[in-house]
């Protein structure tokens, strides 16, 4: 079935880049999407990526994806305290449907 | 604002109580889907609705019912059959139809937290 893989927790200094990666199996998703989840809040959408790229750059955030290897990754420039969160990586699969990772707890220290 | 609001933020249940989450969308967006998230692991779908008067199972139904009688609005139920129901429960809504003939993410309310007395 559909499953969707990330590491729980990553660590990293303020002002250092953070690299958050995310395996999926269904190589028939047509989107890929990044979602923050703030303490006891819902999940903002960050970003979102079509199958048929292969990478995407907006502000300080780039998404890379490497099909072959169903293979995802969310990179932060110059991380700041405020983007401490879970990051979740999500797939679409057919219609109307997203399957979640567990979630990618950022922690960013002085 | 154009936005999805879900109530209450806090919830308590007793054994043997059915309760009810609230979830209204003036995003005017077709679907609309409920969510389940536990500590540690992703979201799981509990029900979604792509349309007015029209609801699907999704992978944990048991226990939960819903109802859409009017585009805005998607209230869960969580019955006295749903052991387990301590949880963070979100709500989304996702534009669809022949108006969106691009990806239309799901966007989310800021959940309510149920737990049992």
């Known amino acids: 079935g559909e499953d969707v893989e990330q590491s729980l927790f990553l660590s990293v200094r303020e002002g250092d880049s953070s690299v958050i990666n995310c395996t999926y199996t269904?190589?028939?998703?047509?989107?890929l999407y990044w979602y923050k989840q703030e303490p006891g809040a819902g999940l903002q959408l960050l970003t979102y990526i079509f199958s048929n790229m292969d990478m995407k750059q907006d502000q300080r955030l780039t998404v890379l994806l490497n099909k072959k290897d169903k293979h995802l990754s969310l990179r932060i420039a110059d991380t700041q305290t405020g983007d401490s969160a879970i990051y979740f990586c999500a797939e679409s699969c057919g219609y109307n449907k997203l399957i979640f990772g567990a979630g990618t707890r950022l922690a960013v220290h002085p | 604002d154009g936005g999805i609001t879900q109530s209450p933020k806090y919830l308590f249940r007793k054994e043997g109580q059915n309760v009810t989450l609230s979830c209204e969308q003036n995003?005017?967006?077709?679907?609309m889907y409920w969510y389940r998230q536990d500590p540690g692991q992703g979201l799981r779908l509990i029900y979604y609705?792509?349309?007015?008067?029209?609801?699907q199972k999704g992978d944990i139904a048991e226990g939960y019912s819903v109802s859409r009688e009017k585009k805005e609005s998607f209230p869960l139920t969580v019955t006295s059959a749903q052991k387990n129901p301590t949880a963070f429960y979100l709500c989304a809504t996702e534009g669809t139809g022949a108006a969106t003939l691009s990806n239309q993410p799901q966007h989310f309310g800021d959940g309510t937290r149920l737990s049992i007395l």
């Open positions: 609705s792509q349309i007015v008067n029209d609801f």
């Open positions: 269904d190589s028939s998703s047509t989107y």
């Open positions: 995003l005017n967006h077709d679907a």
